[in-house]
C-alpha cells in the first residue's frame, strides 16, 4: 500500500469512536475511522493507511511508541543562562537551544510588562507546543517566566 504514511503525530481530538492525528512534520490532518485507544495531547510514532473502501478516512495500521505530552506553567525563575540568552537579544527576539541530552529551550525576551501576557499567549497554545514536543520527542513542555524573559523548556 504506497498510501501509508508513516510519521510523528499529535492526537489532536479522541472519542470513543474516532480520532484526529495532525502529522507534525507537514501538518497533515489524519481523522481515523475508529479509536484505537489514544487520547488527545498523545504523540504517536507510527503508520496510518487510508480506511477502505472510500479511502475518506484513516487507521492506526503500526505504533512503535506513544507518549503522553504535559504542558505545565513553572513558578521558578528562568536559569541563569536563560537569562543571558534573554540579555542578548532585544524585544521580542527568540533564541533557540538545544538541551544537554533531550530537547530544546526556546529563551523570548519581551517588554517587562508584557510578561504575564506573553505566557498567557503560550499557554493557550497548548496544540502547538505539543506538537513540537512531539517533533522533538519529549513528553514535558515547562514554561518559566521573570520580568522581561520567557523560557519554553522541551524536556524528556
Request: glycine residues 8%; without cysteine; proline residues 4%.
Amino acid at each position: 500500500m504506497t498510501d501509508d504514511k508513516t510519521g510523528t503525530f499529535l492526537v489532536t481530538a479522541a472519542d470513543d469512536d474516532s480520532a484526529v492525528l495532525s502529522d507534525v512534520d507537514d501538518g497533515q490532518v489524519h481523522t481515523l475511522a475508529g479509536n484505537p485507544g489514544v487520547e488527545a495531547g498523545e504523540a504517536i510514532e507510527g503508520t496510518v493507511a487510508p480506511e477502505p473502501p472510500l479511502e475518506v478516512a484513516w487507521r492506526l495500521v503500526d505504533v512503535a511508541e506513544q507518549w503522553a505530552i504535559s504542558v505545565e506553567e513553572s513558578a521558578e525563575s528562568p536559569t541563569t543562562l536563560e537569562h543571558d540568552l534573554a540579555a542578548e537579544q532585544g524585544v521580542g527576539e527568540l533564541t533557540k537551544r538545544e538541551r544537554a541530552g533531550t530537547g530544546e529551550i526556546h529563551v523570548l525576551t519581551v517588554a517587562e510588562g508584557e510578561t504575564e501576557a506573553a505566557v498567557a499567549d503560550l499557554l493557550a497554545d497548548e496544540e502547538g507546543l505539543r506538537e513540537r514536543a512531539a517533533r522533538l520527542g519529549v513528553e514535558r513542555v515547562v514554561v518559566r517566566s521573570a520580568p522581561g524573559v520567557v523560557s519554553v523548556r522541551y524536556l524528556p
